[in-house]
């Protein structure tokens, strides 16, 4: 969201300026501060589980109306800043072709491991036409949402690329860091391939109306700061800079990225996702340059403390509204996604509090 950038034309929407999400965004404390959690909507809802009974996962994030409908659950129950598209990361892998599929409990599962150039040739290009559904259901949800932003999103290459290469979810990521490190020409060509897909994805989502986009590098924080810089950043940058002309604010996350912030800001985010593993405070001022404003944070209640009564739970809030103010602005969130059992009136209580310490 450069000042400079053209903003695009884009779908005319209802002024939204003054929402709380998009001005915490630009560097703005809004009376209200913002409140979203990532995997708000999902199981953690009965409304969700029930509307899911009988259909795939991926089936639902091809379906407009069904998309809609979870994406609007936790808006409606909660009173959150932020709507949050319903899909996955992997979607755009399905869409073009990928045999990919959602295992329950696990995760994406892949078919065939891209572990060599035979296996990268095999990876697909996605064309636009392809996550059409997913488009579609940006633009019912833009008309139904009122005065709340929505977020788009997208796989970043590296955590899109752990996936294709492990096959599956991995603890170590063993294969992605082996390929990276021993077939450096391989790597960057598959990242470079990935960086594309999530710059076509991010655009259709743009393209149909989405308020904002968060790049996920869920598991970026296996690397160090220098295989970072070296291996993954230019292709997250690309995807960032990709989709900067469109003039929305870009949100860059992982999970265990203390030490990688301000790599991760320099791919060219607008805002820096935090986990629970560092203070805000202390996240902001590694980010941040003497005598310039400081930097726009999301984040960091350890999904976790949602199971540990009110009491403590209270606490942290107020602890991490503390420690946020030290931002430029502050989008409160979770540290990462919201856990599958949690009870849901726990997280409606939580969005009641921030709202209400805020005024
Ligand atoms: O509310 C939201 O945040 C939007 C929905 C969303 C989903 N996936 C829905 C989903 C988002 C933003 C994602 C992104 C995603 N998917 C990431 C990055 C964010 C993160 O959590 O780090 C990753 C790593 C994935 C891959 C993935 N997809 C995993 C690890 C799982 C969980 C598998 C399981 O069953 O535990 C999925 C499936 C998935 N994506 C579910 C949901 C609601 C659960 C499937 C179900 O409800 O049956």
Redesign the pocket.
Known sequence: MSPTAQTRPRPARRALSEAPFLAAARGERPARPPVW???????SLPE?RAL?QGVE?LDACFDPEMLTEI?LQ?VRRHGVDAA???????VPLKAAGLDID???????VVAEPIRDAAGLRALPVLEPDQVSKVADGVRLLVDSLGETPLIG?A?APF?LAS?LIEGG?SRNHEHTKALMHSEPELWHELAGRLADLALTFLKAQLDAGVDAV?L?D??AGALSERDYREFVLPHSAKVLAGVADYGVPRIH?G?GTGELLVAMRDAGADVVGVDWRIPLDEAVRRLSTPGAKPAVVQGNLDPALLYAGWPVLEAEVRRILAEGRAAAGHIFNLG???L?GVDPDVLTRVVRLVHELGS
């Open positions: 959690f990532m995997r708000q909507a999902g199981r969700y899911r996962m994406t936790p949050i598209l319903f899909s996955d990361i992997v959602i295992v329950p409990g696990t995760g994406p999103f796989g955590t996936y979810p968060q996920f869920s598991w996350f999970v990462h996604g919201v599958p």
